[in-house]
């Protein structure tokens, strides 16, 4: 079964600082992963997935298959930064393809300080 | 228009009642899920259905129940409330992953359950 761990339920920044969400995942085939993000009072929403490999915000998070994580970076945090933000993994069968098993981690709350 | 629907948005009720949320997406997704946000913020999924077939099943009690009557619709029946099923219950659907394809999966707003 798949597994995403976020070790940080709370990170705290100023603003311009660098700023890392860390996220490790189990998973004993290829995974897409992603982060998702939770502004004060607004849905859960995609933020970026690894594939695509863009730039959103000014976040990046690269997959260390190695290391199996996918950290996510920003290098000046701004104080609208400040939300939940979850690491979540799909599972993908050999055939590419995958359904139904969106798995998230707990979560880190993100503050940008002024 | 909203994509993925849920209603009630604020439900509060007494222990040992039985109540319903609906969950409805226009998107045209195949997948549908059900997450319980717990008071620390933990994210679970609950059930999730692809094209009306129940996909996973994780342990949650037997008082939950999924409906699916068609491929645009996911309702969770909860009998028995209990103080411990306050949260806030959010609906989710996706389209499944083929090559090229976006599996982005969106959200309702949210369902606060409180158990009084």
């Known amino acids: 079964a798949q597994r995403v761990t976020q070790p940080e339920k709370l990170l705290s920044v100023f603003k311009g600082a660098p700023v890392e969400l860390k996220c490790n995942y189990s998973y004993s085939g290829s995974p897409e992963l992603f982060w998702y993000v939770q502004y004060s009072r607004q849905r859960l929403q995609l933020l970026l997935r690894?594939?695509s490999r863009e730039s959103i915000k000014g976040f990046t998070a690269d997959l260390n298959k190695g290391e199996t994580s996918f950290h996510l970076k920003k290098p000046f945090a701004q104080e609208e930064d400040s939300a939940m933000y979850y690491c979540a993994l799909s599972p993908l069968n050999a055939g590419g393809t995958s359904y139904g098993k969106l798995t998230f981690g707990q979560g880190t709350i993100l503050t940008v300080h002024p | 228009d909203t994509a993925v629907s849920q209603t009630p948005k604020y439900l509060v009720t007494q222990m040992g009642n039985d109540k319903s949320i609906k969950c409805e997406q226009n998107?045209?997704?195949?997948?549908m899920y059900w997450y319980k946000q717990d008071s620390k913020k933990f994210l679970k999924i609950m059930f999730s259905?692809?094209?009306?077939?129940?996909?996973i099943n994780e342990t949650v009690p037997n008082r939950f129940s999924p409906k699916s009557p068609d491929k645009a619709h996911l309702n969770l029946h909860i009998n028995s409330l209990e103080l411990g099923d306050s949260a806030v219950y959010f609906c989710?659907?996706?389209?499944?992953?083929?090559?090229?394809?976006?599996?982005?999966?969106?959200f309702g707003q949210g369902t606060r359950l409180t158990v009084v």
């Open positions: 690894h594939i």
């Open positions: 259905y692809n094209n009306k077939e129940l996909i």
């Open positions: 989710a659907s996706s389209q499944d992953r083929v090559p090229g394809g976006n599996t982005e999966a969106f």
């Open positions: 998107l045209g997704h195949d997948t």
